[in-house]
Every structure is written in C-alpha cells, then in structure tokens.
C-alpha cells in the first residue's frame, strides 16, 4: 500500500519534471513525456542494501554507470555514499532530509540528442554505518522505438544517437555492445 501511494505521488512529480525538460528544450510541455513512453512508462523501484564494510577502501557499493532509464528517482539515508563524475572529479551528493535525488538518464540523454546528459555515478560504503536508497527507475516501453526527437535534429545538429527499441538498447548495454 506504501508503495502504491508512494508512486500514486510521484507521477505528479514525474509529470512536472517532464514538463520542465520539454520548456527546456524549446519544445512542448508534453514532447519529453510522449518521447519516453508516456502513459506506458515504466517505473521500477529497487532497494538497495549496503551493509557495513570494515574497509570501505577496498570496496565500491557499484561501481561507476550511468542509468538506462529516462530518469532515476532516488530517495536516500542519511548515510553518504553517492558519488557523481563531473569535470574529472567524483563528488560526494549531500543528504538533503526530505529531499529527492534525480538523475537524468541514457534514454534522455537519446532524446535530447545529447543536449541533456545521464549522470555518471556511483555508491560508495561506510565503515559502520548501513546505507540504503530507494531509486525508481522510469523506463519507456520495451517495444518503444527511442531516439533524437526530431526537432532537436537539423544541419547544425545531425542525430548523435542512432533510433531503436528500448529493449534492444538494454540488450546491448548490459551486454557491453556498441550502440
């Protein structure tokens, strides 16, 4: 029941966060929205537990990656351990109570034709403290064909991103395979 109302809150969310980057963009508030599966969107919650670990030195919680999705949503302890790339150098994220962490995804990053870039991230562990997070992946449709909105694409700016099912794209990540 936490769940669905957690979920039930965050479409509202999701919809205004959309709605932003489509503004951003120069595009229609719905563009984004509609590009990335729309109504069909899929939002899958994961739990992560991170125990205590004696020598968080010689260990990675995960490793560095950015996110297939079109967004992450992420809720986090008070413990630290994410960690963003940027400018050659990973940064801690700083617990914010009450606070949501969003990532911009690879399926964004697709859509906006590079304009918009996923977050290259990791977790790190503490020595004695337990860290969890509750990230909502939101994925178009497997069967989805996802690639640059086409007014997004022109002379100046030909596609950087080749179209194709989402579901191949996920095959080809999670196998290492050129895009």
Known sequence: EVNE????????????LFESLSLGLGLER?????AAG???LNYLMKINYYPPCPRPDLALGVVAHTDMSALTILVPNEVQGLQVFKEGHWYDVK?????????IGDQLEILSNGI?????????????????SWPVFLEPP????????????????????????YKDYVYCKLNKLPQ
């Open 30 to 34: 719905h563009e984004m929205m509609e």
């Open 116 to 132: 918009y870039k996923s977050v290259l991230h990791r977790t790190a562990v503490n020595k004695e403290m337990t860290r969890m």
């Open 95 to 103: 617990y914010i109570p009450n606070a949501l962490v969003i990532h």
């Open 5 to 16: 109302e957690y979920a039930e809150r965050l479409r509202g969310a999701v919809d205004k």
């Open 142 to 165: 497997l069967e989805l064909e996802t690639g640059p909105i086409s007014k997004l694409v022109n002379k100046e700016n030909p596609s950087k991103y080749k179209t194709k099912k």
């Open 38 to 40: 729309g109504d069909e």
